[in-house]
């Protein structure tokens, strides 16, 4: 049975974990104004879709029938895909009550909603006038009060939230409004990223990168706008990690770096990432999709059995794993949540993994920078109970179709 231990939508920001979480420097300096903007524009909706390859987690992390996997939610896609390896129970984590909500969703559709065919609607389309609809009569009801209350109530725009899926659900939320701006530079530029879509093979995806894509990043207008942290809230960068992506450069030189990985790296045809970045959508023209593993058709059943397995929690993760016994959790998934933290919490955080760590345990996570900050900042007796698997963390990040992060890192429980 699912427990669902999530703030009221509604909740003041200095009341909540994210705030908290954010916010390190006094308001009066520029830092602590930064942390102040950046945990206001946080506090809704920011990722309609996690930008994490779950393909690259589940072969790390080797789910097992027997495994808890705690894990920060975000979107829910990963917890959602995580599902698929019927693992006996997941607890998912996250600051922000509105992601917690889209899982509740996710959760609740997945167990109640008639068919794939209208889960995929819902999910892989998210643009249908017919979700609000299936939403009222088959998942509505079941939803937690939280979610419910969040879901059904008014945006500032007008309609309520849920209407979203009616409309174009991927365009929402503040990585998809972040994502049209950057379409609508792009064509003040003269260029339609949504063109490469048209690519029939890798070559020519990279021809267009080149020609079109990498040189905006030379013009004068996208350096300035991306020159500040403020600009890149909508990609989720809180102040501290922006300097940690940076590393000394300018960022528009970072961003066209990592765009040309997501570009270049692997074929369109089967990487749900950059349809959505370029051409917003799961579905080409030609009515094929490439989609993450919950929403294919092969793992609908799995999925649909598997999800009351989900327990989740609007708390700090260092906080849900100190509640944990001991010797409870088999995989932990960090996310980017590292990026967030000073040397003081993220002792806390691995202290409280370790404590609660079975034997065999894996923990991966990814970072903007491309290496592990846990070899410069965590305390020996932490660390020496870890082994960093490099060799696989180099080989699995390179496939991650986001290419989005600089690092993807597994440590393993030495016992």
């Known amino acids: ?15 909540s974990p994210l705030r908290r979480a954010a916010v390190r420097n006094s308001h009066i300096s520029r830092e602590g104004i930064l942390e102040r903007l950046f945990a206001f524009a946080f506090d809704g909706l920011v990722y309609p879709q996690i930008w994490e390859d779950p393909a690259v987690d589940m072969a790390a992390l080797e789910i097992e029938p ?81 979610a ?40 003040l530029h003269g260029v339609r990223p949504a063109e490469i ?25 996208i350096r300035w706008l991306t020159s500040s942290p403020v600009s890149l809230y909508g990609l989720g960068i809180p102040p501290a990690q922006y300097a940690e992506l940076t590393g000394g450069r300018h960022m528009a030189d970072v961003l066209s770096e990592r765009l040309g990985q997501l570009a270049c790296s692997h074929s369109l045809a089967d990487n749900y990432f950059a349809r959505q970045a370029f051409g917003r959508s799961y579905r080409h023209h030609d009515a094929t999709a490439s989609l993450p593993p919950y929403l294919e058709a092969e793992n609908w059943a799995t999925l649909r059995n598997a999800a009351q397995r989900v327990r989740t929690a609007n708390s700090p993760i260092t906080d849900v794993l100190a509640a944990h016994p ?62 960093y698997d490099s060799e696989t963390s180099l080989r699995l990040g390179a496939n991650d179709r986001s290419a989005i992060y600089g690092g993807f890192h597994i440590y393993r429980s030495r016992r």
């Open 1 to 15: 049975m699912q427990e669902q231990i999530i703030q009221e939508a509604g909740a003041t920001p200095s009341a």
């Open 66 to 146: 027997a495994h808890h996997i705690v894990a920060i939610a975000s979107g829910g896609c990963n917890v959602m895909s995580y599902l698929t390896a019927d693992p006996a129970r997941i607890t998912a984590v996250d600051l922000n009550v509105s992601h917690l909500a889209l899982l509740d969703l996710k959760l609740k559709a997945a167990r109640h909603l008639p068919s794939h065919e209208d889960f995929a609607r819902f999910f892989a389309d998210a643009a249908s006038p017919l979700n609000p609809h299936l939403y009222e009569l088959f998942i509505e009801p079941n939803l937690d009060p939280a």
């Open 148 to 187: 419910r209350s969040y879901w059904s109530s008014k945006r500032l725009l007008g309609g309520r939230r849920i209407d979203m899926f009616a409309r174009g659900f991927y365009l929402n939320g503040l990585l998809g409004r972040f994502i049209s701006l950057a379409h609508a530079a792009a064509r």
């Open 197 to 221: 879509m048209n690519a029939g093979i890798i070559d020519e995806q990279r021809w267009f990168f080149a020609e079109k894509l990498e040189p905006l990043f030379r013009k004068p207008l």
């Open 326 to 387: 001991e010797d409870s959790v088999d995989r932990v998934v960090l996310l980017d949540a590292q990026d967030w933290m000073d040397e003081a919490q993220l002792n806390a955080l691995w202290a409280a993994i370790t404590r609660a760590a079975r034997p065999g345990v894996r923990v991966i996570f990814r970072t903007a920078a491309p290496h592990s900050p846990l070899e410069a900042k965590l305390d020996a007796a932490i660390l020496e109970r870890w082994t």
